[in-house]
């Protein structure tokens, strides 16, 4: 082992760009398992792992409140749901069937193309995003809370999508209940 | 140094990820789930803007994002058991009932 | 005096009514004719006093200064007609007035009209003594003739020239059937009227022509109008060289040439005298006057000129031809006077117009002669008129012979004499003039040879010989008397002395020619405009022409004095050439076959009868029959109808449901009811704009 000083292998800039690429490529590689994956309870499994993966991303924003919000409501909520129905609905015939349809070559193509075509997007106008030079010291030096800040925004400038989600959120419940009952 | 375009990018491929997904697997769950795969991917967008315009906006609307898929995975899922309990599989290329 | 130009035309016509009109209403009232010495004074004596005047107007006329000799008068208008547009877009007013110019060619034509007529009239006088019935019909008619020939000549517009035209073609008609119980008389009479007709379709289309071009018909302003109009002679096709053309036609109706000659020699079936005043003397030179009248136009169209010169020889080279074997005596001299037609035709055709009308004036004075004297043979023998039945009438009719033999040698141009100066100077002219030619000129000469042996000919088989006469006839054969051999006298005098009037350019002024001069200034060279040319070459012509006339002569005395047997042989010899030039070619049998019978025919073709027959047919088949068949028809249509509806219109209604079928069926495909398909759409649908929006320019 090369004999580094200490101080560089912790230094935020450093540990942020390792647990950034750590953090992508667990990712990426669990969101291509999940796509690819034969087994849907599998698959299930791979997507809660590059959701996790993307909560710890969440976290190297500096988000926490959005962090923690995705692993309890979508892994913790989302995906048991996607557990339980899996279960309910693929679990006789699913190892032997094919996994992808006929269009499988040209929606590869296509995702290709539409990858290259955005990141060439992204990186073209990239001098664009860089609209401030942020310095981690404004971060460093926040005094309130992620979730302080989040929450006085969600319910004051916020308020009324707050609301309209909630509604939504019944809607979607009663709308569950109804689809899945045996005769309407 | 991570900069933004690096999350930019990153989440283009998870978002091209998730296309390819819907777009190939007959499972309709996997293709539903593909689709988790993308509006996660459109959150790390927010959450990184958010994170470089030091503005808590884009985090509020990923908490809207989320709230939104859960619902839209419940009923899709609703759906699922419905189209199930009719038709007896969860392949999509089976179901063509409007076929013209 | 000169305003008296009138009366010339006028006496004769006084003469008409009078020994006309006297004449049916003493026969109306008493069956009796008139008696003869009251009806010969009216004749003569009203040609006489034309002569007179005609003389002293001419006088008057030599008084006034050479180049105003031109007196107009005007008698009365005679039609006020509307305003016609001519072709250079004015308005001209139809305005025809009855008047009568003298200018230096109508003073030498009426000189020559009452001359020659007033001493024709007198031989009347002895020739029809034997007439009973008719005779003051005739003097009424030949008074009517020169009323109508000197209006013609004198008239002023050619409206009124026309008059005098029509008029002397009704008289000719009139005189040559005068002999009414003879049907041959009768047929030639019509003949000759409806072959003059034809000619006269073309001198009025003709006129016609010139007044919407010019916008008159007066001479005077047409010949001002031409002058103006075409400066220069047209070198194409153009309106003069039509005018030129149609009037040509009415000429040769009226003067005998081809084609409308051949009334001409049936012509000879009146009386003598006729046949010398308007068959040899007058009404035949009316085209030939009209023609050098009309030389303004002429001289400006050379292409007519041409058709004039070769028409005018080739008349006069087939007269010639056929009347070299003609027994007739009458007819000889007919062919003889198409023939020296032709030449007065084909001086005009040259562009020598005065040469043309000083042969005019001399040809009246020998071929009136001529016939004067073959009709005094035929009155000595009984109205026979078969050379073959003559000979050796020298002892008997020695005046006659003497002053036919004058005339024959100068017909034949023999030096000296009035025929040898003006056909010479036609000779001439027609070799060294701009539009002569050497070959016109040889054609010229030919015929000069031809005209010379059939006219001694006609003198030895008549005159000289053994005496072939019938016997009945033989007994009463005695000369004529005076008051028919007195003119013959006058007449030959004037056929030796008239020549020296037109000398020929190395010997003499032409005297005739300068003084003619004035009355073709408006033509484009002014007339026989002196020709550059060697006076060495005209006597060489000249000795040529008299050679071959010599020539002519010594033949018929070989053929037809010494050796008579010759003749008969050379007729065995050549016996078919010799039928058909002795049947003039057959040219009456054609026009007979073509226009005559052949005409009946079209007419029994078309006449009413057919019509009727036509119309029936029509009927029958074509109108029945569409009724008849118009339930077929119908039946028919719907049919087609039936078809097209199921062929065609189904056809295409149906094509185009199964157009938007297939089109269905190809976009079916799209909607394959797979959810995933459309969401792969919806994909390339997202890349194409984001291509778009990277493609415009991030």
Request: one cysteine or more.
């Amino acid at each position: 082992m090369k004999a580094r000083p200490l101080y560089l292998l912790i230094s935020p800039f450093a540990m942020e760009a390792t647990l950034f690429y750590i953090l992508a490529t667990m990712l990426v590689v669990f969101a291509i398992l999940t796509v690819t994956a034969a087994n849907p309870v599998r698959s299930a499994v791979y997507l809660i792992s590059a959701l996790l993966g993307m909560a710890g991303l969440f976290f190297l924003l500096q988000a926490e409140f959005v962090g923690a919000v995705q692993i309890l409501v979508y892994v913790g909520g989302i995906m048991v749901l996607f557990l339980f129905v899996i279960m309910l609905v693929s679990v006789r015939e699913v190892e032997t069937q094919r996994r992808a349809n006929r269009q499988w070559k040209t929606a590869l193509v296509l995702g290709i193309v539409l990858s290259f075509e955005l990141v060439y997007f992204v990186v073209q106008g990239a001098d664009v995003f860089r609209i401030d030079t942020i310095s981690q010291d404004l971060i460093i030096e926040s005094q309130t809370l992620n979730t302080e800040t989040v929450a006085g925004l969600l319910y004051s400038t916020y308020l009324l999508p707050f609301e309209i989600a909630s509604v939504l959120l019944l809607v979607a419940m009663i709308a569950a209940v109804v689809l899945t009952q045996k005769q309407l | 140094m991570v900069d933004i375009t690096h999350y930019l990018v990153l989440s283009t491929i998870v978002f091209s990820i998730g296309v390819v997904g819907v777009l190939t697997r007959r499972n309709v769950i996997i293709i539903l789930m593909s689709i988790e795969l993308m509006l996660n991917s459109v959150n790390l967008n927010l959450v990184a803007f958010s994170d470089q315009l030091q503005d808590p906006s884009g985090q509020v609307f990923a908490i809207f994002v989320i709230t939104v898929a859960a619902a839209e995975a419940a009923v899709g899922l609703g759906i699922i058991i419905a189209l199930f309990r009719n038709k007896e599989t969860v392949n999509v290329d089976e179901i063509d009932l409007m076929r013209g | 005096m000169l305003n008296y130009i009138w009366l010339i035309p006028l006496f004769p016509l006084l003469g008409f009514i009078l020994n006309g009109g006297f004449g049916l209403w003493k026969v109306a009232r008493t069956g009796n004719r008139p008696a003869k010495p009251f009806v010969y004074c009216v004749a003569c004596g009203s040609i006489l006093f034309s002569l007179l005047l005609s003389l002293s107007c001419f006088w008057a006329l030599l008084q006034l200064d050479p180049d105003a000799r031109i007196w107009e008068i005007e008698i009365f208008s005679w039609i006020h007609g509307p305003a016609i547009q001519t072709v250079t877009g004015d308005l001209a007013n139809f305005h025809i007035s009855w008047g009568f110019q003298l200018d230096p060619l109508s003073a030498v034509m009426i000189l020559v009209v009452t001359g020659v007529g007033f001493l024709i009239h007198v031989y009347s006088i002895g020739y029809m003594a034997e007439e009973e019935e008719g005779f003051y019909r005739f003097f009424a008619y030949m008074n009517l003739f020169m009323f109508m020939m000197l209006t013609l000549v004198l008239a002023n517009n050619y409206l009124l020239m026309f008059v005098g035209w029509e008029g002397v073609g009704l008289c000719s008609y009139l005189l040559i059937g005068y002999y009414i119980h003879k049907k041959s008389a009768g047929d030639a009479a019509k003949k000759a009227f409806v072959v003059n007709r034809i000619g006269d379709f073309g001198f009025i289309i003709g006129m016609l022509m010139i007044f919407t071009y010019f916008g008159s018909l007066d001479f005077t302003e047409v010949f001002q109008g031409v002058e103006e109009m075409f400066p220069t002679p047209e070198t194409f096709w153009g309106p003069l060289c039509w005018i030129a053309l149609l009037l040509f036609i009415g000429a040769a109706g009226k003067s005998a040439q081809i084609p409308l000659y051949v009334w001409l020699p049936d012509a000879m079936e009146g009386p003598t005298p006729v046949s010398a005043l308007i068959h040899a003397a007058t009404m035949v030179t009316a085209g030939v006057y009209m023609v050098a009248r009309s030389s303004a136009i002429y001289s400006r169209a050379p292409d007519v000129l041409l058709i004039v010169v070769v028409v005018g020889l080739g008349t006069a080279l087939l007269a010639a031809s056929i009347a070299m074997f003609q027994q007739d005596i009458k007819r000889v001299l007919a062919y003889s006077t198409v023939s020296q037609l032709g030449y007065m035709f084909a001086a005009l055709g040259v562009g020598a117009a005065a040469a043309g009308i000083f042969h005019l004036m001399t040809h009246a004075f020998f071929k009136a002669l001529l016939f004067l004297g073959s009709g005094s043979v035929i009155a000595a023998l009984h109205h026979e008129q078969d050379m073959r039945k003559m000979g050796g009438l020298k002892k008997y009719l020695p005046r006659t012979w003497w002053t036919m033999g004058i005339a024959t040698l100068a017909i034949a141009g023999v030096p000296g004499l009035a025929g040898f100066f003006s056909k010479d100077e036609i000779l001439w002219r027609s070799f060294s003039n701009p539009e002569g030619h050497a070959v016109f000129w040889l054609v010229g000469v030919l015929v000069a040879g031809m005209t010379a042996f059939y006219m001694m000919r006609m003198m030895f088989l008549t005159f000289h010989g053994e005496e072939r006469l019938s016997p009945e006839v033989a007994s009463h054969v005695h000369e004529s008397p005076s008051v028919m051999t007195v003119p013959l006298v006058i007449l030959a005098v004037g056929s030796v002395f008239a020549g020296y009037l037109g000398l020929p350019a190395w010997l003499g002024p032409n005297v005739f020619e300068h003084f003619l001069e004035p009355a073709f200034e408006t033509s484009y060279h002014g007339a026989g405009a002196s020709v550059q040319a060697a006076h060495s070459t005209e006597i060489l012509l000249t000795l040529v022409s008299v050679a071959l006339a010599g020539l002519g002569i010594y033949l018929a005395y070989h053929f037809f004095l010494k050796h008579k047997e010759k003749a008969a042989q050379l007729r065995e010899r050549f016996s078919g050439l010799h039928q058909v030039i002795y049947n003039k070619y057959y040219v009456d049998e054609a026009y007979d076959v073509l226009f005559v019978s052949g005409g009946t025919g079209w007419g029994r073709f078309f006449g009413a009868k057919n019509w009727g027959r036509f119309l029936s047919a029509f009927d029958n088949n074509v109108v029945d029959g569409a009724v008849n068949n118009s339930a077929a028809m119908t039946k028919f249509l719907a049919w087609g109808s039936g078809k097209v509806d199921i062929h065609l219109v189904d056809r295409i209604v149906n094509l185009v449901a199964e157009m938007f079928e297939s089109l269905s069926k190809v976009l079916k495909k799209i909607q394959t009811g797979l959810v995933q398909r459309y969401a792969l759409f919806f994909v390339i649908g997202i890349i194409l704009v984001i291509s778009f929006y990277l493609y415009m320019g991030v």
